[in-house]
């Protein structure tokens, strides 16, 4: 059993930088790739990033590549996203789940993913 929370959602201006921290529980953090995905009311979920706990693979949707960074520590089971030149497109409520899965096709989808956390909003004005 793993429970996550997630932390450090905003609001912030376009082209600022927001740090989501997620924290889980369990003796077994180090098993599970732990990945972030966002929603907006009347969206699908959408994969935005993933820390997979094999290999130390990370893994971006092609809309947050090379602004946003994942990165995990084991030792503190935590897992940052650093989300740097947001836009009002980002705005949405960030999900934090774990997952037991590594590889990168599994864990772009949600429906792979075992415990999730009760979300944090972003709201990035333009």
């Known amino acids: 059993q793993v429970q996550v929370t997630e932390s450090g959602g905003g609001w912030v201006q376009t082209g600022d930088s927001l740090k989501l921290s997620c924290v889980a529980s369990?003796?077994?953090?180090?098993?599970?790739?732990i990945g972030w995905f966002r929603q907006v009311p009347g969206k699908e979920s959408e994969f935005v990033a993933v820390?997979?706990?094999?290999?130390?693979?990370?893994y971006y949707a092609d809309s947050v590549k090379g602004r946003f960074a994942i990165s995990r520590d084991n030792e503190k089971n935590t897992v940052l996203l650093q989300m740097n030149s947001l836009t009002p497109d980002d705005t949405a409520v960030y999900y934090c789940?774990?997952?037991?899965?590594?590889?990168?096709?599994?864990?772009?989808?949600?429906?792979?993913?075992?415990?999730w956390g009760q979300g944090t909003q972003v709201t990035v004005s333009s």
């Open positions: 789940g774990a997952s037991s899965q590594y590889g990168s096709s599994w864990l772009r989808s949600r429906d792979n993913y075992q415990f």
């Open positions: 369990g003796r077994t953090f180090s098993l599970y790739s």
């Open positions: 820390a997979a706990w094999k290999g130390g693979n990370t």
